[in-house]
């Protein structure tokens, strides 16, 4: 099989478990037509894979001006350079923030209003890692080049500057880490 032709089978493979997260996590989205062509979050993931595919060619205007496009039509703002793992759900995507250094790992839900950015003290790496099966409440701000541990969750409005770890919950302002008991399937705390 050529490179393009697993390529295209890869982008449509991506495209598929994107739209199949939002029918797992989001209770209003269960038809693939609809959410493939009306869901914002699927629209600003499939445009970020291209203008970081554009960005690590170095073609940093064309991967620029398709962030801006999408920024413009979806209200999410992904810079190109980026790091997005597979089958990440956002849902109510407007005001969604991911800055340049930021990476977001696998099956990851995220909110409305939530920002992945810088404090404006570092060079280099600035923006948070994201682990493994987070959850990512409305309005939350992660700041730093701090990590969210995997199956971690971070509350509504939670401004974060600290690591949280594995398995912890972050809430309030500034965030403090509260320890779950539970170390099992995400899917049955929620």
Known sequence: MSQKIKRNFSIIKDLKENIKAVKDKDPASSNSLDIFFHNPGIKAIFRHRIAHFFYN?????IANSISYHTRKKTGIE????????????IDHGMGIVIGETATVGDDVLIYHNVTLGGTGKDKGKRHPDVGNNVLLSSGCK????????????VGANAVVVKPVPDYATAVGMPA???ERKYKGDLKNVI
Do not use: D, E, S, Y
């Not at 060619?57 to 205007?61: L, P």
């Not at 190109?80 to 759900?89: K, N």
């Not at 992660?142 to 969750?153: D, F, S, T, V, Y």
């Open 78 to 89: 992904i810079h190109p350079g980026a790091v997005l793992g597979r089958r990440i759900c």
């Open 57 to 61: 060619k170095k073609m940093f205007f």
């Open 142 to 153: 992660i700041l730093g080049p701090i990590q969210i541990g995997n199956n971690a969750k």
């Open 176 to 178: 403090r880490n509260i």
